[in-house]
């Protein structure tokens, strides 16, 4: 059978790489899109290597796009976050870092039309409805690439996206905090279950017996820790009305500690069950948010700004993310009001991914 030919891009978007598609040229029907996405990323292997996607949780992600069916909005994105040595597709978290590469994109393929020398695209996510502005600089009509902005994680400087999130409280959750509590003991452990644009789990490192401070790499083969976190995180995913969370990548988990390199805390992100090299967009948002809150977990440990108007350096293990925060209510319950921070994005390549013949994808016999 001959392959099956699908235009795509590849963009690294923040500080993690993902498979982008115009939603029109993937199969209408969920089961058979994604076993197209499977075959395309090379999923189930390890290795990836029958396929796009880079053997990592940060490598193994895909944007699908379309016009926005929503009034003032530019842009639909639906995440997806593809299983590696798994059959799994899960549409259930959002991904800012993959959003960040949402307004390039959607230039490249004209879905929307540049104005010099600034673009605002207003880009809502599908897996959460949360919208957010993303601010571009342009050059010839497209998304500039070359600029001064740099973010941990990435070499070298880009131009810089600003994105404002609109409504990220309880993106997936139904609330900024599920359960109506700052602090819920789990396992016997003090947790802030949090969400603002991603479920996360909040927890001082030093209350499971680890500094937090640990390298990915330490962490990464503490399987006694990881099975307690897990333990932790499948009774949180009750709590957080997500259900049974055994196969889904929400809640991520932090552990925080007090800053070690002038920021407002140290953070040790697992995505749920790997260590983060960083610290993922909407998990760093979620965390300052917490820190922010009066008794938390995270408000122990965090030398905080106490301006309205606040920038939360959260530490990571390859530098820092500065997340913008605006921050209401009395100081005995603060609410914040508006998140926002600057990532960077680049085009890597425009061209058609192939899937073998014999997947069936719903398609008719016809070949791209």
Known sequence: ????????????????????????????????????????????????????????????????????????????????????????????????????GIGPFALARGLVKANDPRTIVRVRTLNTGTIADLELQIEKGQAKAEGTARIDGVPGTSAPIAISFLDTEGSVCGALLPTGRVVDVIDGIPCTLIDNGMPVIVLRASDVDRTGYESVEALNKDNVLKARLERIRLAAGLLMNLGDVTDKVVPKIALVAPPSAGGALSTRSFIPHECH????VFAAVSVATAAALLGSPAASVAVMPQARERIVSVEHPTGEFSVSLTVGGTEQAPRVEKAGLVRTARILMDGTAYIPGGIDAGFSEEVH
């Open 1 to 100: 059978m001959i392959q099956r030919g699908i235009p795509c891009m590849l963009i690294r978007g923040g500080t993690s790489k993902g498979a982008y598609f115009l939603a029109r040229d993937l199969p209408a029907d969920v089961a058979a899109r994604d076993r197209v996405l499977l075959a395309i990323m090379g999923s189930p292997d390890k290795r990836q290597i029958d396929g796009l996607g880079g053997a990592h949780p940060l490598t193994s992600k895909t944007a699908i796009v379309a016009p926005s069916t929503e009034p003032g909005c530019d842009i639909d994105f639906l995440f997806a976050q593809i299983g590696i040595e798994q059959p799994k597709v899960d549409t259930t978290p959002n991904c800012g870092n993959i959003l960040a």
């Open 277 to 280: 090299a960083a610290i993922g």
